[in-house]
C-alpha cells in the first residue's frame, strides 16, 4: 500500500491553545508521486520492520502505535507483519510518520471482523498526531484546530513541483516554541504568494528561518529563478518546495541547485 507524503500549501499559526498545541488553519495536499510502501501480511502475532536502520521499530513508531492503539479500541487482536520500506525523508515536514501511521489504520481496519466506524478511526487517529487524521481521507483539505478538524479543500492547479530537503532536519516542537516571537530576517521574503487562487505562506518560516539560516537562503534564491512560480516551507520543515511555471525544466534546476548549495541536498520532482 502506498503512504503518501504531503506539503503544507498555506500553514497560519492563530495562538496557543490551553493544551499546549498550537491553533492551526493550514491548507495540505497529497503527493501521491512520493510515497513510502506498506506491506501487511498474516501471521502468528504482530512484528514491524522497517528498510530505514535509523527509525525505531519499537513502540516508538508511529505504525507500531497505530496498531496497539486499533487492537486496544477495538478489543481485537491484530496478527500481522508489517514492513514498512522507506521513501519519504523524516525529520522533512512532509508527514511521512503520519502517513504511514494513517495507512496502518486503514489497513488494518479492514482486517478486523468488526472495523470501527469512521467517526471512530478519525477520533483514534488524532489521539496519534496532529496530521494524521488528514491521511485518513482523499484528496486535499484545509485543516484546523490542532490540524485534526479536516474540511475538504479544491485541488491545487497540476504544475511541476520539486522538493529540497538539506541534510539535516528540523524539529517540530522547537519550531513551534517560538513561532509567535519569532523576527524576520531581512531581506527574506515571507508575504503570501498567490497559486491558482491560494494565498501561499507559513508562520512557522520565521522562526525556523532564524534558526537554519540555510532555509532561509535556499528560499530566497528559488524565488530568484525564473522557472519558479513559488516556494515555500512545508510545514515545520526542512524541506523547502518550489512550484514552477508548467514549462520549466525541474532537471536544470535541481543540477543548478546542486552546484550553488551542496551535492547532497535530496531532491524529488513530480506534479502537484
Known sequence: MKSPAKINLSLRILGKRPDGFHE?????????????????????EFS??????????DGKNLVVKATEALSEQSGQALPFHIHLEKRIPHGAGLGGGSSNAATTLLALNGQLASPLPAGELHALAAALGSDVPFFLYAGAARCTGRGEIITAAPAP???????????FSVSTPDAYRNCLDAEPIPGIPYDPQ??????????????????YRYLAELKDWLLKRRDTKAALMSGSGSTMFAILHPKANPEALIATAHNYFDDTLWTWSGTL
Open 194 to 211: 498567490n497559486y491558482g487562487g491560494l494565498s501561499l505562506v507559513n508562520d512557522l518560516e520565521k522562526a525556523v528561518f532564524a534558526k
Open 48 to 57: 514491524f520492520t522497517c528498510s530505514d536502520a535509523s527509525l525505531p521499530t
Open 157 to 167: 492547479p497540476s504544475h511541476p513541483i520539486i522538493l529540497f530537503k538539506p541534510g
Open 24 to 44: 492551526i488553519d493550514t491548507v495540505m495536499a497529497k503527493l501521491p508521486g512520493l510515497a513510502d510502501e506498506i506491506t501487511i501480511t498474516p501471521a502468528s
